[in-house]
Structures are given as C-alpha cells and as structure tokens.
C-alpha cells in the first residue's frame, strides 16, 4: 500500500492511499483524510484490454514442469485481450488437443506436451506469429 499527499488550492489537504493488487476488485482509490468540504472520492477504473486480431497476436508456446510435481503443461503467453477471448481460445484449444487446462491470472494453461498441436491449430487459424520456444 502507498500513501501519497495531495495539496489542493486554498491550502486544503487529502492523504489518499492506493490499493494494488486486489483480486477481483476495481483499483480503489480510499481517502484517507481531506480538510476540503467539497471533495468527492472516486473509483479508479481500469480499462479492460482491447483484443487484437489473430494476425497480431505474438504468441509463445512453451512447455512447463516446474511447481506442477513433475506433470507437463503447454503455457500459451503473450495474449492481449478480454479474460472471456482468453478462455474462449483455452477452451477451443483444449478441444482440439483432447485435454484438460485453465485460463487463470492471466495464464493460459493445456495439460500435456501439447505444443505442436496447439502451434499448428494457431498457424492454420491465422495466429501467423505465434512460435515455440
């Protein structure tokens, strides 16, 4: 958390401080104190990402085994977009592949080594950037 103090015209004074990094809360700006009577608190909004088209996406294929007790997972990075586009893609991609896998705090994620599979499902529905590593 970090407070931070603002001077206003006429000498007045508001201390805000600013919340980070709340799971599924809007960015939340809280007054803390304010000498002037007619402040209005307000809520920091985030925008949500724009998705860009398939043939922008930059997406990196990689294989995965650490902090999962030895099991592989194929992680997609490199996705801009909405959370629901993320899911959409997971889901469509874990049809494709015939396995399991989540799209959680911004990672997606298909149980297995699934990397060539995936890459070529990405080329040939034009995701033309998308490479493993």
């Excluded at 902090?67 to 893609?89: C, M, N, P, Y």
Aim: aromatic share 6%.
């Amino acid at each position: 958390m970090k407070l931070f103090v603002h001077h206003l015209n006429g000498g007045s004074k508001i201390k805000k401080h600013y919340l980070f990094n709340m799971k599924k809360k809007p960015n939340i700006i809280g007054v803390v104190y304010s000498t002037d009577p007619n402040f209005k608190p307000t809520l920091e909004q985030e925008e949500e990402p724009i998705t860009l088209t398939p043939s922008q996406q930059k997406l990196k294929i990689r294989l995965e085994t650490k902090h999962r007790a030895g099991k592989a997972v194929t992680s997609i990075e490199g996705f801009i977009g909405t959370q629901s586009d993320k899911e959409i893609l997971v889901k469509t991609l874990k049809n494709h592949c015939g396995t399991g896998g989540s799209a959680k705090d911004g990672e997606m994620i298909v149980q297995g080594d699934q990397r060539e599979k995936i890459l070529q499902w990405l080329l040939k529905n034009g995701y033309a950037q998308a490479r493993k590593i």
